[in-house]
């Protein structure tokens, strides 16, 4: 394993140093920050979303900026706003929380989708516009957003132009028992709060995103990943399919994981595997089928199950 990679590796080993028995959750984290992606982790409050995200933060010599999303939070509080400085007879920009590496949007489905919209340009361009002035975003960036879920009281349901710029969307669960237990016995030993030391550099993480590139996609690859996101526009219980660029995600975070796995192409497997977590997000039921109660994971299931894995 070569050095660079090692340190992949490594990432992941800090982070399960502070969020007990989720490996396969922060190995999807992983292999969305090294495919130049952002992350939704939605679930229940309590289970480590937050604590997900400041571990990766803490793993990388990065900066990093929190927003705390309520009700009244504004725009400018994400992009920034233009101040006029008296002594300089001019307007000066004073950059926002987004300006940063890592951005932990924390409980973003709790502000008004005026402000949700602020990190919309960020996401996709990497940039912000403020006072008609662009403003470009240190690399590598990430977005990780936390959400409970919408029937909780007081949230504002993301609108699916910016669900479809999460690559992948995550749910960590309640711990196994035992995995309960062993967090318990440290709290309680007073070593929960262990400080993580950065075990990667910015220019660490650029090369890893270079070499994740260099991963082979053989044309069966290709074809059997555009055919899952055929099937989804095709499908009647969906009102919404997956975009074009919900393919482009699928095919990069296959990419990564193919690589954090020690290889240098991408198996139909490695699609199969991801895309439930890459593509369910972004679906809009029919009617019919939230009447049925069916989940667009229960659906993307289904259609995968309908098409054939190429050898």
Not at 25 to 41: E, Q
Request: with cysteine; charged share 30%; proline share 5%.
């Amino acid at each position: 394993m070569s050095d660079i990679r090692t340190k992949a590796q490594a990432l992941q080993d800090n982070i399960n140093r502070v969020l007990i028995g989720k490996k396969e959750v922060v190995r999807d984290v992983a292999a969305v920050y090294f495919s130049d992606g952002h992350i939704l982790l939605e679930d229940v409050p309590g289970v480590g979303k937050t604590t997900l995200a400041l571990s990766l933060a803490r793993s990388l010599d990065c900066s990093f900026g929190r927003i705390q999303f309520t009700p009244d939070t504004l725009p400018s509080d994400v992009t920034g706003s233009s101040i006029y400085r008296a002594e300089l007879q001019q307007f000066v920009y004073q950059p926002g929380a987004v300006m940063n590496h890592i951005i932990l949007a924390d409980e973003i489905n709790r502000t008004s989708p005026k402000t949700q919209a602020g990190l919309l340009e960020a996401m996709e361009e990497k940039q912000v516009t403020v006072d008609g002035k662009r403003y470009p975003l240190p690399e590598p960036f990430l977005v990780i957003a936390t959400e409970n879920p919408i029937e909780y009281t007081g949230t504002y349901p993301l609108p699916e132009a910016q669900l479809d710029r999460f690559m992948m969307k995550l749910s960590i669960g309640y711990p196994e028992e035992e995995d309960e237990k062993r967090m318990a016995s440290r709290f309680v030993a007073g070593e929960a709060d262990e400080k993580l030391q950065p075990v990667l550099s910015t220019d660490d993480v650029l090369r890893i995103r270079e070499e994740v590139k260099k991963v082979t996609v053989s044309e069966k690859v290709l074809s059997y990943a555009g055919s899952i996101i055929r099937a989804t526009r095709a499908e009647e219980s969906l009102q919404l399919g997956a975009s074009p660029r919900a393919y482009l995600h699928l095919l990069a975070v296959s990419r990564a994981e193919a690589y954090l796995d020690g290889r240098d192409y991408v198996r139909p497997d490695d699609v199969r595997a991801l895309a439930v977590k890459v593509l369910s997000h972004r679906m809009v039921l029919s009617a019919e089928a939230r009447i049925r109660k069916e989940s667009a994971q229960e659906i993307v299931r289904r259609l995968i199950g309908r098409i054939r894995v190429p050898v």
